[in-house]
Structure formats: structure tokens, C-alpha cells
């Protein structure tokens, strides 16, 4: 049985977070990942959404926890308010596509003007080398630990599992770390793919 004593506080542990400890994150992720899920399972009723949530909240977790503040709430509260949030959103992000996708099937295709996959733009090699070079830089940029666990994904086609055993870490951190640095590689490569307008 763990003693309570030599077992770090939730709040202590969002401090921490704040000044950068991954490994703070990992168990904050370790205690109340469940919960999270749970939460964000009952509002979307679709697991691979829920599992989103619950790694976009701990992502925002890591972002704000300079933010969070004890005297207005609890770790679990704050953690819990954000994955709700977070489902709340998808929600009505899914309402709004499907009324766009609904409103597009109902006009007239025969309008549309016609689309040719076997035309090659004149500097399409120069842009796809373009686009290697920032893949390469936004990786770089990576701290050691995100890009490490992120080439061993996918280099070497390990699971999250697989990934945690190999490098003796909790598989929360690990998590944690894939979904921090995807993000960053999101944000550095925005501007050469763009994601969709819905």
C-alpha cells in the first residue's frame, strides 16, 4: 500500500506540470485519465472521440497549468471541467459538419466544375522537397523525449505500450509526450498542410 504521505499532492503535481515536468503530467494522466474518459464517453458515446478528449484536455492541461489555481478548485474539478469542455465541442463541431455535409449532398453536382487528377503543377517536386525539409526542421525541434517516443511510432511501428516498455517509462508520460509533440509538429507544419475548413 502506497504511503499518503510520500505521495505527491494533485496540486503540487499542476505546479510541477507548470514548470515543465513531464513526468507530473504522466501521473496527473495515470490518475485521472479514467475518470476523464468516462466523462468524455458519456457526453459523445463514441470511444476513439472520448480517447481525443481526453488527450486534447490533458494537452490543455499541460499548456495552462501555469493558470490553475487551487483556491478556486480542485486538480480533478479543473482537469474534469476541461475534458467536458473539450466533448462539448467535438459535439458541436460534429452537429455543424454534418449540416454542412447534409447541405452538400441536397445541391445540384452536375454544376460542379469538373476536377483532373493527372495534371502535375510545374513546381509541385519543389514544394513537396519544401515540405520534406520542414518535416525534418519541425522534428528537430522537438525536445529529445517527444521525438523520441514519436520516431519510435512511427519508424519502428511500436504502440504506446511497446513504447513505454522500451524506454522504462509510465505509459501516461508516454501518451502525454506523443500528444505534446504532435501537436507541436501540427502547429510548425500548419502553414504547408492545412486541415479541414470544417
Same mark, same amino acid.
Given at each position: 500500500m502506497t504511503d499518503p504521505s510520500t505521495t505527491p499532492r494533485d496540486a503540487d503535481l499542476v505546479l510541477r506540470m507548470a514548470r515543465g515536468d513531464e513526468a507530473a503530467l504522466g501521473t496527473l494522466y495515470d490518475r485521472f485519465g479514467g475518470v476523464l474518459y468516462a466523462v468524455a464517453f458519456r457526453v459523445l458515446g463514441e470511444k476513439a472521440d472520448a480517447e481525443e478528449v481526453v488527450f486534447e484536455a490533458f494537452a490543455q492541461a499541460w499548456r495552462d497549468a501555469g493558470r490553475f489555481d487551487p483556491a478556486r478548485g480542485s486538480a480533478a474539478a479543473w482537469?474534469?471541467?476541461m475534458a467536458r469542455s473539450r466533448a462539448l465541442d467535438l459535439v458541436r463541431s460534429q452537429s455543424r459538419r454534418a449540416r454542412i455535409t447534409d447541405t452538400a449532398a441536397r445541391e445540384d453536382s @452536375?454544376?460542379?466544375? +469538373? *476536377? @483532373? +487528377?493527372?495534371?502535375?503543377a510545374p513546381g509541385s517536386a519543389l514544394e513537396a522537397d519544401e515540405r520534406r525539409r520542414a518535416v525534418r526542421q519541425a522534428l528537430e525541434s522537438l525536445a529529445p523525449p517527444q521525438r523520441q517516443a514519436i520516431e519510435l511510432a512511427y519508424y519502428e511501428g511500436l504502440s504506446q505500450s511497446e513504447i513505454a516498455?522500451?524506454?522504462?517509462?509510465?505509459?501516461?508520460?508516454?501518451?502525454?509526450? *506523443?500528444?505534446?509533440? *504532435?501537436?507541436?509538429?501540427?502547429?510548425?507544419?500548419?502553414?504547408?498542410?492545412?486541415?479541414?475548413?470544417?
Open positions: 482537469l474534469t471541467m @452536375s454544376t460542379a466544375p +469538373g *476536377m @483532373s +487528377g493527372g495534371f502535375t516498455a522500451r524506454l522504462q517509462e509510465p505509459l501516461g508520460t508516454i501518451k502525454t509526450r *506523443m500528444r505534446l509533440g *504532435m501537436q507541436k509538429l501540427r502547429d510548425a507544419l500548419r502553414p504547408y498542410y492545412f486541415e479541414g475548413a470544417v
